[in-house]
Every structure is written in C-alpha cells, then in structure tokens.
C-alpha cells in the first residue's frame, strides 16, 4: 500500500483525486500495490461531501502521519509550496508537482534535500501537461549528449496565435476568447509575457545539463506586440508566428530564449495548432526527436503527476534527478540568429545600402513601411547593420528544419 496525500484541491489536484478514484484497479496492477489518497490538503470547508474524512486543513497532520509515502504537491505559486515541499522530504517522504514556479527557482535546493534524505522530487507535470517529456529526457535519452531543446511550451499562447492567423482575430479579441474558453486566466500575463514558457526552458535546461539554470537570466519576450501586420507579412513568407521557447547547450556554456518566432510552414512546429504543445529534443547520437500533445488541463495534468507517483510505487528508491551548480551562460551578444524585419519606408534607401543582396518585402496598399528577412547575426552585427535605420520591430526567424 501506497499513501498519497494531495496538497490542494484545485483544478489540477482533484483531477488527480478523480484518476486515482476512478483508475483504483488499473493503478493498483501499474504500482503492484494499492494506491491510496489518505489525505486532500485544502483551506476551504468540504464538511458536506461523503469522503470529508480525508480533508484536512492542517499540513502538520500530513507531514507527521509516517504512513504518507508520497507527498503531490498541485498548489502552484511559490509559498506555502515551498514550505511544505521542504519539508515533507526532509521528513523522508517524496513529493510530486506540477509546480513548474517553484521547480525552477527551487528546483536545484529541493532535489539536493530529496537526494539526501533518498526520495524523490520528480516533476514530470511541470513542463508540458500531460505529454511525457521529463522521463523520457532523464532516461530513455540518457546516453546522448542533448545538444538543444525547445519548442510550443504554452498552450494558451499557441491558441491565441492560432486564432489571429486562421480567423483574422486581433490579439486583443483572441485573448478574450481564450479567456472565455477557459483557455487564459484572468490575469493572462504569465502566459501572454512568456513567463510560463520561460520556466519551463528554465527546467528542461537544467534537466540536460545538470546545471541549475536561473529562469531570471533567460532573454523572455512575449506575444502581446504581435499585429495584424505580423501575420499578413508571415503569410506572405508561407509562414506562421509561435512563441516558442529554446535553448542549446555548447561547449562555451547555454544559452536560452524565449520569443515569438516566424516559422517556415514546412517545420513541424508550425502545423501544431490551438492549445496543442509541442517539444523537441536534439541529440548528438539520436538526433532530433519531438513530443506533442495537450500541454495542459486538468486530466492531462493529472495523468502526468500520477505518472510520478506510479514511478515512486513501482521501484521506489532515488531517481538521480539533481543540478546544482549554477550554469555557464553563453552571452546573447555572440549568438548568431537569423529576423525577420519591420523598418519605416523613409530609411529604405538605407536598407538597401545595408542588404544589398536581398529582397525587400512590401505590403500591398498602402503602407508606410517595408521589411526583410537577414542573415544570421549577432546582436552586435545587428545593430551595425541597422544604425540609422528605424526598426519597427524584429521577429526570430526559423528555418524548415531548425
């Protein structure tokens, strides 16, 4: 027997609830043991539902029952999350989340208590819902030096691009609607400012290299600049817009980004559509491999925590996830990087001085502006190229196969 105590009864944690309840019998065969929720942590008052026996409101009774085997952390946020996953696996119990704020900011502390203590701090849900990605990296990819990871990291934002470029919506009334569905909180700006994406690069980073990579230092660039004019110039270029969220670990140390980019519409990425996620991991033996699927949701979710807890029942002991050391970053100044260019039509003179071999892009109309797609620069050769020349706005471009 297995005992589960859930911390939180949200969206996420009573779909956790409900799988384990209603998948008793297909869980038990997985575990080879019985699987059983003992404890839901949760402040409100569930006194009128018939298991109101498991609630509880005090984490104490959770952190000194010995029975608790495994701790499902689905609070979200960073206190009391932190809090109660510290101590929990000092108190030799290990913890599951899906906490993806509290992994890559505490991640490197929390999994060097699990490790000392022997028990696990495993956070499959915490990076794409329910698509298997963080086991498959940690085991299945072991022998390959991962070279680069990356790609749609947040279901929100994909729907709202989705919706500009397949029904003409602004970005104002795609976020409405998205919110409307469900799909955007309230306050979208995790998600819309690309925090939530920048976390999770943050974690697969730092998975790959066994180095703890500090989200705050990650380039983060969100959708909320992107126009009308955006995606008329993208389809001209028989391409779309994604935020997609990358990084590529070197010999000279990583680099990370998170940012809109224009992409070609034969590369994978640009076909995954709606609140779809898709990743992708490259290594040096395998080569490039992706993962797709619903980044997010309440069962999704819920079938990735309970991957976790399934993992710890089935085989126990410590799964050797672990960084500690703080990363070597490679600056964002010697990064080459191809964009695609807005810039005022006054300076196309100039832009033509500067590009000489290549076309300029125009809207039909009228329009006071022109564009163009550059070679790989660095940030520096960028602004050189560019001096003197009004710059609306700059997109990362991605190739058919990058």
């Known amino acids: 027997m297995k005992n589960v105590a859930i911390l939180g009864f949200g969206t996420v944690g009573s779909g956790v609830y409900e799988m384990l309840s209603l998948n008793a019998e297909k869980i038990e065969k997985a575990a080879n043991t019985p699987v059983k929720v003992k404890y839901i942590l949760d402040i409100r008052d569930f006194s009128d539902r018939e298991d109101a026996h498991i609630f509880t409101k005090d984490f104490n009774v959770i952190l000194e029952d010995d029975e608790v085997d495994i701790v499902a952390e689905v609070i979200g946020g960073i206190h009391p999350a932190y809090d109660f996953t510290k101590a929990a696996l000092l108190k030799g119990k290990s913890v599951v989340t899906s906490n993806k704020e509290l992994v890559a900011t505490k991640g490197a502390e929390l999994l060097k208590i699990a490790k000392e203590n022997n028990v696990n701090y495993l956070f499959e849900a915490s990076v ?65 400012e690309g925090l939530d994406a920048c976390r999770k690069i943050s974690i697969l980073m730092s998975l790959v290299t066994g180095k703890f990579c500090d989200s705050e230092k990650i380039y983060t660039e969100g959708i909320t600049n992107i126009d009308e004019e955006d995606v008329a ?28 980019a224009m992409i070609k519409k034969e590369n ?43 993992d710890i029942a089935k085989s126990g002991g410590y799964k050797g996830y672990f960084w500690e050391e703080e990363a070597k970053w490679v600056s964002p100044a010697e990064v080459r990087e191809s964009y695609f260019v807005r810039v005022s039509s006054k300076d196309e003179g100039k832009l033509r001085e500067a590009f000489s071999d290549k076309d300029i892009i125009k809207l039909s109309g009228e329009t006071e502006e022109i564009a163009l797609v550059t070679e790989p620069l660095t940030e520096k050769s960028f602004e050189d190229k560019f001096r003197g020349i009004g710059v609306i706005k700059k997109i990362r471009l991605l190739g058919e196969d990058e």
């Open 128 to 192: 794409g819902g329910g698509i298997p990605l963080i086991a498959p990296i940690h085991n299945y990819l072991a022998a390959n030096e991962i070279e680069e990871v990356g790609g749609i990291l947040n279901g929100t934002t994909n729907y709202i691009l989705t919706e500009m470029f397949e029904n003409g919506q602004s970005f104002d009334e795609a976020l409405k609607c998205a919110q409307e569905l469900g799909y955007a909180e309230r306050k979208p700006e995790a998600d819309v």
């Open 233 to 260: 110039y993208a389809e001209m270029l028989d391409s779309v817009i994604k935020l997609v969220a990358y990084g590529k670990n070197t010999e000279s140390g990583i680099y990370a980004a998170v940012r809109p």
């Open 268 to 310: 994978p990425l640009a076909s995954v559509r709606s609140v779809f996620n898709a990743a992708y991991v490259k290594g040096n033996a395998v080569g490039k491999v992706m993962f797709y699927g619903r980044g997010a949701g309440k069962m999704p979710t819920a079938s990735a925590v309970i991957s976790d807890i399934l």
